[in-house]
């Protein structure tokens, strides 16, 4: 019997709330992402623990796109957001928009204003920021704190009918400049953009900050725990005093450790850099940390939800090694990923002593780690593709594969052993010529051979060709957050390499988009959104073994 997980911090949290009878027991956490890229695998570990949280304590999640800056969401972004949660496992229980309670989030200003805790303020952008002090140095009121309710009401008003330029006066929350957190020295709360907003049109100037809309979104939906990542700790004291000055239902922020991953960046400013700069193919090119890029690369569902249940919930910042997330598909795909042939550096075998004209049927397993995947029939005949480097002209000692002279097994074939070779001016090797024993077969082997060695081939003739995109880490560096200067001078070179004409076995031309297969001895690929009848393309997922550890070690 496995041993029970224990609870983390958030899940003895709401226990306790509901053992209380907070709320009547009742849990509906939100996911509140700002439509300005897509997401990426920081974003899923939210989505799992804050969908995973309500479907453990019977209750739901809402889907809250946090859309107050319409100069950089789009809904391209939106319609990406909702296809990769759902591709996640999960469903929502109402889909809404920050943009639904502009009105509300307007009369919510208005109250303060009325209250005396708001106030229409005229000062630049760089005037307020230097009269907010410093931590350690009190901020000091501008002129216009002192204005009347009268005037920040009328003021406020024009604000919202158009009557000012971008950046002329903004609304600001009238709390304490002699605090130390500056959060609370004043903030501004409503901005005037005179902007397209992709759901509200052009009926808005003015947009209400992050600060002001996410709290009271939080309280007109009735979240009873609104989960959020470490850097809003300071910003909680600020949630709270919105909802006890417009005495409205108390939601609560809780925060948890974001996720950082090394050889990666989790910036969507810095991911999109990438994508505009063309550094990337888009925000799904495979080496991206997206989720739509893991769905393309091969990363399964299951794969990235077990990866962050791995992780767990912490309360400090930590570093993730990205092999972590690589072990997770590579353990999945080696229980579910039929293995296939593919020679990606093809070399011609002759066998010489097999009839020309003989074509053999050989049974391959699919799985062996699933025997209900069967088997299917691989064409074998007098001329193979094998890799180059499976055959050594001068092996050394330890060199169990084909050389002159050696032998080795065929996989699911004979075994043969290597006679001579043919090279070009160059001195390249052209063509391998071998030999090899009919009653080795594969299933049936009565010629008493012992060997060492296994490879696999493609018969020449039946062979069909492929384009196999070998991705790899992006960054070169472990740590980006301890890197210096700009962040693209450190993008591994070596992030993707493109062999434009390998030969897969036959049966592989019928795969579709999203199948995965494990290349025998190469590690684990997926058909991409590229592939064509006439042309299937692979990208590879994950290499069989970690094979950075390797190079770290030799660090």
């Known amino acids: 019997m496995s041993e029970e997980r224990s609870l983390n911090f958030l899940e003895q949290i709401i226990e306790e709330d509901i053992t209380n009878g907070v709320n009547g027991g009742r849990v509906l956490t939100r996911f509140p992402p700002e439509p300005n890229g897509y997401l990426h695998i920081g974003h899923a570990k939210s989505i799992c623990l804050n969908f995973g949280l309500a479907k453990k304590y019977n209750g739901q999640t809402n889907l809250r796109f946090d859309d107050t800056n319409p100069i950089t969401e789009d809904t391209e972004y939106v319609d990406s957001i909702k296809a990769d949660i759902q591709w996640l496992g999960f469903e929502w229980a109402q889909e809404l928009y920050a943009s639904d309670y502009f009105e509300q989030l307007y009369q919510f200003a208005v109250q303060l204003i009325k209250k005396g805790l708001a106030y229409v303020d005229d000062s630049t952008a760089e005037e307020i920021a230097a009269s907010k002090g410093t931590p350690t140095e009190p901020g000091k009121p501008t002129p216009y704190r002192s204005r009347s309710v009268e005037e920040n009401l009328d003021l406020f008003t024009r604000m919202r009918n158009g009557e000012f330029k971008d950046g002329e006066k903004v609304l600001r929350a009238k709390v304490d400049l002699t605090v130390p957190n500056m959060h609370m020295r004043d903030p501004i709360i409503y901005r005037i953009k005179h902007a397209h907003h992709h759901r509200t049109g052009d009926k808005w100037c003015i947009y209400p900050m992050y600060d002001f809309a996410h709290g009271q979104s939080d309280s007109i939906e009735k979240i009873t725990h609104s989960i959020c990542t470490l850097e809003f700790i300071p910003h909680r004291p600020l949630y709270n005093w919105f909802i006890e000055q417009l005495e409205i239902f108390p ?230 957050s301890s890197i210096e200067g700009d962040f693209k ?42 592939s064509t009848p006439e042309k299937v393309v692979f990208n590879r997922t994950v290499t069989l073994k970690d094979t950075w550890a390797k190079e770290a070690k030799k660090g």
């Open 251 to 480: 939601s609560r922020q809780y925060e948890f450790s974001r996720l950082n991953l090394t050889y990666t960046v989790m910036s969507k400013r810095k991911l999109l850099q990438l994508v505009n700069e063309n550094h990337v193919t888009g925000w799904d090119d495979p080496r991206m940390p997206t989720i739509s890029g893991l769905r393309r690369r091969g990363y399964t569902p299951s794969s990235i939800r077990a990866f962050c249940d791995r992780i767990g919930v912490a309360k400090r910042d930590n570093l993730i090694d990205v092999s972590l997330l690589e072990f997770c598909i590579r353990e999945e795909l080696n229980k579910t990923a039929n293995r296939v042939f593919a020679v990606m550096d093809p070399v011609k075998l002759v066998i010489t002593n097999y009839p020309a004209d003989l074509v053999e049927e050989m049974p391959a397993e699919n799985n062996p780690e699933d025997p209900a995947s069967g088997t299917r029939s691989l064409p074998f005949s007098n001329t193979l593709y094998i890799e180059r480097e499976d055959f050594m002209e001068n092996p050394p000692k330890k060199f169990f594969r084909l050389g002159p002279g050696l032998v080795v097994r065929l996989k699911n074939a004979y075994i043969i052993k290597g006679e001579s070779f043919d090279k070009d001016a160059d001195g390249n090797i052209t063509t391998i010529y071998a030999t090899y024993y009919p009653e080795s077969k594969s299933g049936g082997d009565t010629s008493g051979l012992n060997v060492k060695g296994t490879i696999h081939w493609v018969s020449a003739a039946h062979a069909a060709t492929a384009e196999i995109r070998l991705y790899d880490r992006l960054f070169k560096v472990e740590d980006l």
């Open 489 to 530: 001078s450190y993008i591994n070179p070596d992030s993707l390499q493109v062999i434009k004409q390998a030969y897969i076995e036959p049966g592989l031309v019928n795969a579709k988009p999203g199948d995965r297969f494990q290349f025998l001895r190469k590690g684990y690929f997926s058909v991409d959104t590229d």
